[in-house]
């Protein structure tokens, strides 16, 4: 049986397809499990932070209109009333005309809205001292509530966990919070002529490439990859195969069979599983036209291109922000994620129009100068483009290319 692509989707129609799947549930998470996750929740700051005001530096606390105007030729003199330890809560209010000695990180007394370097201070005995610096409310303080006002919303639902999040979690005593749960990934392999990478190499065969650069490509979005292994071109074995994917996973990815010839049995495999729908055949990119969108029951299924390059570039234009979308994240599909580098395109770069072209480039770089970007060329079913490749270009369908000497944006791989 033969059949002809859909209607060929433009990316951001194949993307809004995808959008309309429901991220992953929520359940909580400990924080030090949480980096990389999506929260689930807004989340409001319990507590100010810092809980008081507090000080960046080793100096005395002052009253910052006393000592404003100060100079090394006209200092200001203060008395000093106090001697803070770092874990002091300081039960006084500091006098006009008073200062106190206080390290970095103490807490300033009530009144006290400045901190004046030890260097620009000197002391003259008898409790004297000597302001050579003036100062300006504020400074060299953290204030109250600066890095977070008790009630105030430092996150909202959507946003994906960095190092620096669990920082500030961990300095409000959240412990735990409320993030979407992994999502598991099947990936399957499908071909005839596909073996195991153990196998003696053989005319006619091919070593499984793809199960290993997706499952390096799942776990980089943020996802748990599960492997099925090489599923010959047998549709019953395929069916098999795929149903017991769907139960366990909460995408599957397929490689191979994703066109539209005789061997290539991807859509009808998702046509046979239960409450199933072909929703996309094809989308305007290049490489990586034969891409499948289907569903079985609420479960995304993702015919994939069996061509090595092809694959890895539908994985990262479309499948890793699809994860991150499973994941939560919010707006997954917008470039803000990716890494983007402006470089200087070194060659003419043509481009068929009606397709959204995904060159691959190599960085050379350059002393005081944005890099260069070598537009590199080559077959999708070999692996050198993207084994050369810094970064991806992308041109978009209504372009014929771009010039020498353009600035590109240069998507970091
Ligand atoms: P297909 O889409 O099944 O026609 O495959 C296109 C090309 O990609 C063929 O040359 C396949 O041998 C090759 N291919 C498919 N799957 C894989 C894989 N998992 N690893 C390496 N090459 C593959
Ligand atoms: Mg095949």
């Not at 009630?151 to 300095?171: N, P, W």
Request: glycine share 10%; hydrophobic share 40%.
């Amino acid at each position: 049986m033969r059949h002809d692509f859909f209607d060929i989707l433009i990316r951001e129609g194949f993307e809004s397809l995808l959008l309309s799947f429901a991220p992953t549930p929520i359940e909580m998470q400990s924080i030090s499990d949480a980096y990389g996750l999506v929260l689930g929740e807004d989340i409001l700051s319990p507590e100010n932070l810092p809980p008081a005001n507090r000080s960046c530096m080793d100096g005395y606390a002052v009253h910052a209109r006393d000592v404003f105007g100060a100079t090394e030729s006209n200092p200001a003199y203060l008395e000093q009333c106090a001697q803070l330890r770092v874990d002091e809560a300081p039960n006084f209010t500091l006098k006009k005309g008073d200062c106190a000695a206080i390290p970095t990180g103490g807490t300033l007394p009530d009144g006290a809205d400045a901190v004046v370097m030890v260097e620009h201070t000197q002391e003259l005995g008898a409790g004297t001292i000597e302001i050579r610096k003036s100062s300006t409310p504020g400074e060299h303080s953290m204030l109250k509530g600066e890095d977070a006002a008790n009630g105030e919303k430092i996150y909202e639902a959507g946003h994906s966990v960095r190092f620096q999040d669990v920082g500030l979690l961990a300095a409000l005593g959240i412990g735990s919070v409320k993030t979407h749960r992994k999502p598991r990934i099947g990936i399957i392999s499908t071909g005839d002529e596909l073996v195991e990478i153990e196998a003696p190499p053989r005319v006619g065969t091919i070593r499984d490439v793809n199960s290993h650069t997706l499952r390096c490509l799942v776990s980089k979005a943020g996802g748990i990859p599960v492997n099925y292994g090489i599923v010959p071109d047998k549709l019953q074995k395929l069916e098999s195969t795929l149903a017991k994917a769907i139960a366990e996973n909460d995408l599957i990815l397929l490689s191979g069979g994703s066109s539209v010839g005789m061997r290539d049995l991807t859509v009808r495999a998702i046509e046979a599983m239960a409450d199933s729908e072909i929703l996309a055949h094809g989308v305007a990119i290049s490489p990586g036209k034969p891409t499948i969108l289907g569903k079985a029951g609420s479960k995304p299924v993702l015919g994939l291109p069996g061509q090595v390059t092809s694959v890895q570039i539908v994985m990262l234009s479309i499948v890793m922000p699809f994860i991150r979308h499973l994941m939560g994240q919010r707006n997954s599909f917008d470039c803000r994620d990716r890494p983007i580098l402006l470089a200087e395109l070194e060659r003419n770069t043509p481009s068929k129009q009606g397709r959204e072209d995904y060159v691959r480039v190599k960085l050379k770089h350059r002393k005081g100068n944005i890099p260069l970007a070598e537009p590199i060329y080559g077959k999708s079913g070999l692996l050198k483009t993207m084994i050369q490749a810094d970064g991806l270009m992308i041109i978009p369908s209504d372009m014929e290319g771009s010039y020498a000497g353009e600035q590109i944006q240069v998507w970091l791989i």
